[in-house]
């Protein structure tokens, strides 16, 4: 009789199940891993569909904006500005649809390019490969050719063509060829250097001269430059420069005293072939040592746009009387300008409406004489000294008004400068309070001035779109002024340098912080 025997059990299968579940586990992990990432890659896909279906409606709603311009009835300098802004806002869009939308191989008919003209003397610039051994086998490089890549440069007045030659080596043993890759560019495969987007970006936000005047400046130097070419240029400049002024409003929002005023800007509204009234806010450091200024372009003169630029801020703002900060006190510190406060007296004594406004004008002028003797104080010896010297020259004024406004009949123009004046009393002493805070507001006002200016030349702006970027453009150049750079040197080394320079270290392109490259 054949008896069955039990297998044989294997004393190490325990840990056979053990291993296995282990295994289960990290696959399960890994699973879980990869769900996640192409969940995160298919909210990205989602995000990027509609930004791109969003900017491309928007860039249809402008070309339509655009060809139903022609139609209307405008002046034809205000249609030349508008269609240069409207071209400004399509280039800046199409910038921001190539970044979201996949790398495609370019086609293979590009139109040609006509020759950069011949005329204009050319600076070569030889771009070596790092190395004159082949990367792939060690073995030494022979040179076979180059590349030559040609962009339109300029000084002012002056234009001429840089050569980007890269030489391109073959290895004879691999047959493999190296050469330099093609420097990164504000402008993607685009013809104008740094040098020529700074002088339009100059041109246009600090010399106010639009796009159609510049086109024929250049003209006159034998360059043809289109206006839509130049429009294109300045809005992905605007883009690019973009992030550099949210750098620039973080660190100013990091100090402790600041200046605020607002100018009016028109903006065309093209459906009613007319323009509205927008405003400028200019914010100003008060601290010389980081001396920043920032325009933050909005449409209305609502005080809500203050509250929503100073966001948690908390310390002194220099304001005038405008009643759109008043939401913003007691949580900031309010401080008076006694430039405002001055002003309305000197208008009395030169309209000669008052015998008496100019009463009040030699202890003002004694507290501004106190001010330029403290300069070179630090804070606590500025405020000391203030409080010495100053603080018995204010209660005389205050004391003036208190005696002299029972005797003034109300509604004229005495009575209203006394009454301002008493009414903003406690804003405009406070200064004796701290060191670091500021008399007056004329450093903001400083910086409004040239926008003042300005409007005379460039009339609107075309869009919100076009004002934002010319307020980022424009705090750029402001700062730079500020700090003693000449803006066209700031601006080229900046558009040279942006491309490449790793966004942790973005701080160092700040007109306030820069350095020019060594070369």
């Known amino acids: 009789m054949t008896s069955t025997l039990p297998h044989a059990i294997d004393p190490h299968t325990p840990d056979d199940v053990a291993a296995l579940r282990r295994q289960v586990q990290e696959q399960l992990q890994i699973i879980a891993e990869r769900d996640a990432i192409i969940a995160g890659r298919d909210r990205d896909i989602v995000y990027k569909d509609a930004k791109i ?10 070309k339509r904006w655009m060809f139903a311009a022609r139609s209307e009835r405008m002046d034809p300098a205000q249609r030349a500005l508008f269609e240069e802004s409207v071209a400004n806002d399509i280039a800046a869009l199409e910038v921001q649809l190539d970044a979201l939308r996949e790398p495609a191989t370019p086609p293979r008919d590009l139109p040609r390019r006509e020759a950069l003209p011949a005329h204009l003397p050319r600076i070569e610039t030889r771009i070596e490969p790092d190395s004159c051994q082949c990367a792939a086998c060690g073995a ?20 001429f063509v840089q050569r980007h030659v890269r030489p391109k080596y073959a290895c004879r043993t691999c047959e493999t060829i190296t050469a330099a890759p093609v420097p990164a560019a504000i402008i993607d495969r685009g013809r104008p250097a740094p040098g020529l987007l700074a002088q339009v970006l100059i041109s246009k936000y600090a010399d106010h001269l639009p796009l159609y005047r510049q086109q024929q400046i250049y003209q006159r130097s034998g360059v043809e430059l289109a206006r839509s070419t130049l429009a294109g240029w300045v809005g992905a400049c605007g883009v690019a420069l973009t992030p550099l002024v949210e750098a620039m409003k973080t660190e100013l929002l990091s100090l402790l005293v600041l200046h605020a005023d607002e100018t009016p800007v028109a903006q065309l509204d093209p459906g009613a072939g007319k323009t509205h009234r927008s405003y400028l806010f200019v914010y100003r450091s008060a601290d010389p040592n980081t001396d920043i200024t920032i325009f933050d372009y909005c449409q209305t003169r609502s005080g809500e746009h203050a509250r929503r630029f100073l966001g948690d801020w908390r310390g002194a703002l220099m304001v005038d009387d405008f009643g759109g900060y008043k939401n913003l006190f007691p949580q900031i510190t309010e401080l008076g300008c006694w430039a405002h406060a001055r002003r309305k007296f000197h208008d009395l ?126 705090s750029l150049i ?42």
């Open 478 to 519: 402001a700062t730079a002024k500020n700090n003693g750079h000449d803006p066209h040197a700031y601006l080229r080394d900046v558009l040279m340098r942006l491309p490449t320079h790793p966004n942790r270290r973005i701080a160092e392109l700040l007109p306030h912080c820069w350095q020019a490259t060594t070369a």
């Open 53 to 62: 279906a969003t900017l491309t409606h928007e860039i249809a709603r402008l």
């Open 349 to 474: 004594v030169e309209s000669k409406s008052s015998t008496r406004a100019h009463e009040v004008l030699e202890p003002i002028a004694q507290l501004y004489h106190i001010e330029a003797n403290a300069k070179g104080l630090d804070p606590p010896q500025r405020g000391a000294y203030r409080q010495l010297h100053a603080a018995p020259i204010l209660d005389r004024i205050r004391q003036w008004m208190a005696d002299l406004r029972p005797t003034v009949a109300d509604g004229t123009g005495l009575a209203k400068a006394i009454d301002y004046t008493r009414k903003r009393w406690v804003a405009l002493t406070r200064y004796l309070d701290d060191g670091r805070y500021p008399i007056d507001n004329n450093s903001v006002e400083n910086a409004i001035r040239p926008i003042a200016l300005g409007r005379k030349n460039w009339l609107f702006t075309g869009s919100e779109a076009a004002g934002i970027r010319a307020a980022a453009i424009m």
């Open 140 to 159: 030494a490089l022979t040179l076979i050719g180059e590349d030559v890549t040609e962009l339109l440069d300029c000084e002012p007045v002056t234009f």
